[in-house]
């Protein structure tokens, strides 16, 4: 389909005139004189920005994002302690390149600032390890980047002293290794451990140190392991306890405690098989070695006092018998192993009277004027104090005191033998009155002058037993009251007195006690 002509003549006529018209503009334009100038103008107006702004805004456009990353980088490496590297890696380094950048950005200066203190600081904790060359290099660089002075010379006196000791130091840490390589742990000043604490009582985070008296522990708790798996549980507590005191906190301390407990359960059961087998000094030793170390052990302390009795009684019988250095020996034992003043008296009393009777049975006595006055004395003191009802106190006043001297100086005298006689009935009246009054500790006393005038006594089983009973229910109304160490010895005493350990009211008042010792 094909155009008009007319319409086509149309449009090359309009864009004629347009061309025309824009030729004519230009020329007129070209021509004119006023905006030449202006253009000129304009011109000139430019050039002088672009010299007089243009190194400004190219640093800007160009420089920002470098400066921001040098810095980000900085704090970076401040925030993982690289101060300073050869590499250019270091905090300062990073500052300094920003400050290169730009010298007015106080992020830069700040972050020089906040390096000198990360200095400062490290060279302390250097200190504190022993480490001098470390502090001595990081106080360099605080001084380079101008730390304050006063802060400087703090760390810098520091440093000075630790110099001054540093060759005592160092001594001291070969001896300590010397020591522990040699396995003298403790136990004398030159031993590992008190060597490597005069290290750290200087130093306190001196790593070598801190290793080594690491090592010298953990090899003292495996002795005391050793110690215990071999039942010698007084050298496995005495280790442990030494390790506690150099270090509490030891990863090797809780399994070294446990075994020295399961050491302990196990003599505590042997020392009950020894007791049952008769094998008294035996038992003994190994009740005392588990007091050593538990001394609140309320099982413990009932089997060592049953020991104690039990060698006791074996000393009267063996003096009975006139086997004398059999008894002495059995009388020593108890002493070691803890008896109390009365009951070691109330043996050796024993032991005293079948000396006599030894010596009366080979050569009767025949004492002379002035030991018959002295006999018929104590007899009438032994009277004056029956009167007065002082059967065994006070002490050397008593009855039971002036027949005791009668007895060693004619212990065949009828009247002697009948004053002993009488007074078997009054210690039963004294036992008798002072267990109705619940005076127990009186009660024992009595019990103890009985069985000694009198010890084949058939109302002596049942005296025992009463007591023991007694003991039980008074102790445990004491201990209801908040009176522990009484239900203790009330415990101790009736155990003493034959209360038998299955008896339901001992376990009762045994477990209150073992509650009552875990609580605390």
Known sequence: MSRHPDHEDAAHAALRRVRREGRWWWVQAWQSRRIWRWALLVAVVVFVLLVAFGRPLANWF??????????????????????????????REWYQAALALDSDRPQARAGLARTARAALRQAGAALDAGDLATAQRALALARELQVPQRDYDAVARR????????????????RAESALQAQRLDGSDDSALPLFQQVLARAPNHLRALEGREDALSDLLQQARDAAARGDVAAAAEQVRRARGFDPGHVDLPASEA???????????????????????????????????????????????????????????????????????????????GANGRQLDTARQAITQARQAERALTSPPAPNARGKREVVALLRRFDEAQARGDFLSPPGRSAYDALREAQAMAPRDPRVRAAAQRLIPDTGACFEDHLRGNRVQAASACLEAWQTLSPGDAALTPARQRLAQRWLAIGSERLGQGDVEFATLALQMASRWGAGSSAAEFQSLQARLRDIGAQR
């Open 259 to 337: 075994a020295l407990n399961a050491a302990l359960e196990a003599r505590l059961n042997e020392a009950q098989r020894l007791l049952r087998r008769q094998r008294w000094q035996a038992a003994g030793e190994a009740f005392q070695s588990v007091l050593a170390t538990r001394p609140d052990d309320t099982a413990a302390q009932q089997g060592q006092q049953r020991a104690i009795e039990a060698l006791l009684a074996s000393a009267a019988r063996l003096a009975a018998d006139f086997r004398f250095d059999l008894a002495g020996q059995a009388l020593a034992s108890a002493e070691a192993l």
């Open 159 to 174: 440093l000075r002293e630790h110099q001054q000791d540093g060759a005592g130091i160092g001594a001291l840490l070969g």
């Open 62 to 91: 160009w420089n920002e994002p470098q400066v921001e990353q040098l810095l980000d980088r900085g704090d970076r490496a401040l925030a993982a302690g690289r101060l300073t590297a050869a590499d250019g890696s270091g905090a």
